[in-house]
């Protein structure tokens, strides 16, 4: 399997995990408020990632988590992670999905300046129809926009330098312990939001609990896959599979809650899958004529 082909494969694993840790939080979040529920979960996953790192023999804590390139990657994401959750309580959901789904387009431009990375205007054409797949599939209105847009702007740049930093963090560091070091952050960015709003649960159900559990079971296996893909092949060529996180999103609204999609949504998920293979057939076509 080529790098890239591998990169795209774990992309994909990623994504399908984080939609399924965010079906799982989601859910939690009827009875545990979002700022307790965000702490319990990046302690559980922390603690996961934590003992992954014992069973492998490393680490928990190594003394690279205090180099500059990781706190500043840990700075970024908590960036990410609290603009993101200002977003998504004070700017419509549609309009937040559509502005996190630039970060391809913001990695890929970040990959070309950061890393000299060579991205040709067939793969840019690509990215940008692949985006308009996504503009189809949420529809955002003039309406949604106002000066609150700010935070999921902000948010997505916090989750696009994220993973630009995954990519020049030391190669020593695994992924298990990059995980140990996100959740971490995800744990503070749990205890700023509880802080702002210290609400204790009103008879939270076990099923509620339990699901926070099950959130940091696909957290884990999703912030795994990501540092993967970060890792492999091209940026340009594996960062457009981040698209696929909507995708899975939708196939989860149609089998748990009963949505059926559109014509137009579904013409907007082929454009994305279309894309999305175009860009790694034609890349695995260029490698082999050299």
């Not at 308009?132 to 209105?141: F, M, Q």
């Not at 000066?147 to 560091?173: C, E, K, N, Q, Y």
């Not at 540092?227 to 995708?247: D, K, Q």
């Not at 454009?271 to 082999?288: M, N």
Request: glycine letters at 10%; proline letters at 5%.
């Amino acid at each position: 399997m080529s790098p890239n082909a591998r990169g795209a494969l774990f992309m994909v694993l990623s994504m399908c995990a984080f939609a399924g840790e965010d079906a799982f939080l989601k859910f939690a979040f009827q009875d545990v408020p979002r700022g307790m529920a965000f702490t319990f979960f990046g302690l559980i996953a922390m603690t996961i990632c934590a003992i992954l790192s014992l069973r492998a023999g490393e680490a928990v804590f190594p003394k690279s988590f205090l180099s500059r390139g990781l706190l500043i990657r840990s700075g970024i994401e908590l960036i990410g992670r609290l603009f993101y959750t200002l977003s998504i309580a004070f700017v419509s959901l549609s309009l937040t999905s559509v502005i996190l789904q630039a970060t391809p387009l913001v990695v890929t431009l970040g990959a070309a300046l950061l890393f000299a990375e060579k991205v040709g205007p067939r793969r840019w054409i690509a990215m940008l129809i692949g985006f308009a797949g996504v503009i189809l599939i949420l529809r955002p209105t003039p309406e949604m926009f106002d000066p609150l847009v700010i935070f999921p702007v902000i948010g997505m740049l916090g989750f696009a330098g994220r993973d630009l930093a995954t990519r020049a963090s030391p190669p020593h560091v695994s992924g298990r312990q990059l995980g140990t070091l996100g959740f971490i952050v995800v744990t503070v960015a749990g205890l700023v939001i509880w802080a702002f709003d210290p609400r204790l649960p009103q008879g939270a159900s076990a099923a509620a609990w339990g699901a926070i559990v099950v959130a940091a079971l696909f957290g884990t296996v999703a912030y795994n896959a990501l540092t993967t893909a970060m890792r492999s092949g091209e940026i340009g060529v594996v960062a457009p599979f981040r698209y696929s996180r909507l995708l899975v999103a939708l196939v989860i609204a149609y089998l748990a809650f009963g949505e059926r999609p559109d014509a137009i949504t579904l013409l907007g998920g082929a454009l994305i899958v279309a894309t999305g293979l175009y860009t790694l057939l034609r890349t695995g076509r260029r490698a082999q004529a050299v």
